[in-house]
């Protein structure tokens, strides 16, 4: 099976102190450590492991420039097989929408039977892959959180719903899923694998390249724009009960009924 699956470097929140920057417009990118969309690891692992399963290939791709190839590069260690970057100053500034059309164009120059994608960037929204799915006419699910490959071009999966939930569906490939979190657990890639692939050429492709219109994507084409950046207000602190068991259980009380939740 020939897997894509769409990855992206995001600044890393678990190692970055974010701040905004001094015109308030964005945030201060100069000192920022970055690493791939820790969705879009998961995403790459499952496609990994249905290869190991059933055979095939597995690619990566990313749009942005030179500097996310360390993304690519990080999950080819991890057993992907190629690794593509699409980079044009075109593309500066492009909405989900303006990704997902330069994306399409990518897939069609291929033969993917599965598209996957994280369910969400940490520095932005969920919207790829459902615009992806609708660009190419392919049947999507979202918050995919099991895969399972069956006889006639089918897969069963399930997704995350309410209350904890899952729902079980079946679905034609070729396809397009968004995975969620917790589908399995993403192998550890060290610095020998990394410095392995270190040296490999990594395809690089321009929005003109692909037969994109320069037009429909950028920041002149975004429908969705930034406008603001700011830090919300600080809320009031935790009130912390003092007392014994018995003390502090009928204060709690008295601030819920006092509140609205209790009658």
């Given at each position: 099976m020939e897997i894509l699956v769409c990855v992206r470097r995001v600044p890393d929140t678990a190692e970055n102190e974010i701040r905004l920057n001094s015109a308030g417009n964005d945030i201060e990118r100069g000192d920022l450590v970055y690493?791939?969309?820790?969705?879009?690891n998961y995403a790459?692992?499952?496609?990994?492991?249905?290869?190991?399963?059933?055979?095939?290939?597995?690619?990566?791709?990313?749009?942005?420039?030179?500097?996310?190839?360390?993304?690519?590069?990080?999950?080819?260690?991890m057993g992907a097989n190629q690794g593509v970057l699409i980079a044009d100053e075109a593309l500066n500034g492009s909405d989900g929408k303006g990704i997902a059309t330069v994306l399409r164009a990518f897939v069609q120059q291929g033969h993917y039977e599965l598209i996957l994608t994280g369910v969400q960037a940490e520095d932005g929204g969920a919207q790829v892959?459902?615009?992806?799915?609708?660009?190419?006419?392919y049947p999507f699910a979202s918050l995919v959180n099991s895969i399972e490959v069956l006889p006639g071009g089918k897969l069963k999966i399930s997704r995350e719903i309410a209350g904890g939930n899952k729902e079980m569906?079946?679905?034609?490939?070729p396809c397009v899923l968004s995975i969620q979190t917790g589908i399995n657990e993403p192998r550890y890639v060290g610095m020998r694998g990394i410095r392995q692939v270190a040296g490999l050429e990594i395809?690089?492709?321009?929005?003109?390249?692909?037969?994109?219109?320069?037009?429909?994507?950028?920041?002149?084409?975004?429908r969705v724009k930034r406008t603001?950046?700011?830090?919300?207000?600080?809320?009031?602190?935790?009130?912390?009960?003092?007392g014994s068991s018995e003390e502090i259980i009928e204060k709690l009380v008295a601030l819920m009924k006092a509140k609205g939740g209790l009658n």
């Open positions: 690493s791939v969309n820790e969705w879009d790459v692992e499952e496609a990994l492991q249905i290869v190991a399963r059933i055979g095939g290939k597995v690619t990566v791709v990313t749009v942005g420039g030179e500097e996310d190839e360390e993304v690519l590069r990080r999950e080819m260690a892959g459902g615009m992806l799915a609708a660009t190419l006419d569906n079946e679905i034609d490939l395809p690089t492709f321009t929005a003109s390249a692909l037969g994109v219109d320069v037009g429909t994507v950028g920041v002149a084409a975004a603001d950046y700011f830090v919300p207000a600080l809320g009031k602190g935790a009130e912390m009960l003092q």
